[in-house]
C-alpha cells in the first residue's frame, strides 16, 4: 500500500525557516512527480511547489517563488521543500502528493495519485 508520510512543520516566528520531508513507501519513487499543497484555516488547498518525475522541471506558486525550494531524492524515496522567510499567511497544513509519470501542469491537484496525511506549520507573526 503506497504511503506518503510528511515530517517537518512546526512553530516559527516570522522570517525563519522550516524544511518538510515527505517519504514514500510501497511505489517505485522515480516515476512519481512530487508535489506540495497547503491548506489554511477557512480556505481551500492551495498549490505551493512540484517537481517532476525527471526532476528536471520545477513548479512554484507566486506566493513562495523565491522563498521555498523543493527538491528530491530518489534513493531515499524523499521529497523536501525547504521552506524560507516565512511568514504569518504561510500558516497551513502541508502536503505531500505524488502523481505517476507527470512532468507539467504540476499544479493541478486533480493529477495527483497519492496524498499524505499533512504536517501543520505555523508562522508566528
Known amino acids: 500500500q503506497v504511503q506518503l508520510v510528511e515530517s517537518g512543520g512546526g512553530l516559527v516566528q516570522a522570517g525563519g525557516s522550516l524544511r518538510l520531508s515527505c517519504v514514500a513507501s510501497?511505489?517505485?519513487?522515480?516515476?512519481?512527480?512530487l508535489a506540495w499543497f497547503r491548506r489554511a484555516p477557512g480556505k481551500d488547498r492551495e498549490f505551493v511547489a512540484g517537481?517532476?518525475?525527471?526532476?528536471?522541471?520545477?513548479e512554484y506558486s507566486d506566493s513562495v517563488k523565491g522563498r521555498f525550494t523543493i527538491s528530491r531524492d530518489d534513493a531515499k524515496n524523499t521529497a523536501a521543500l525547504q521552506m524560507s522567510s516565512l511568514k504569518p499567511d504561510d500558516t497551513a497544513v502541508y502536503y505531500c502528493?505524488?502523481?505517476?509519470?507527470?512532468?507539467?501542469?504540476?499544479?493541478?491537484?486533480?493529477?495527483?495519485?497519492?496524498w499524505g496525511r499533512g504536517t501543520q506549520v505555523t508562522v508566528s507573526s
Open positions: 510501497a511505489m517505485y519513487f522515480p516515476n512519481y512527480a
Open positions: 517537481i517532476g518525475f525527471t526532476g528536471g522541471r520545477t
Open positions: 502528493a505524488a502523481a505517476r509519470f507527470h512532468n507539467r501542469d504540476l499544479n493541478f491537484s486533480t493529477k495527483y495519485d497519492y
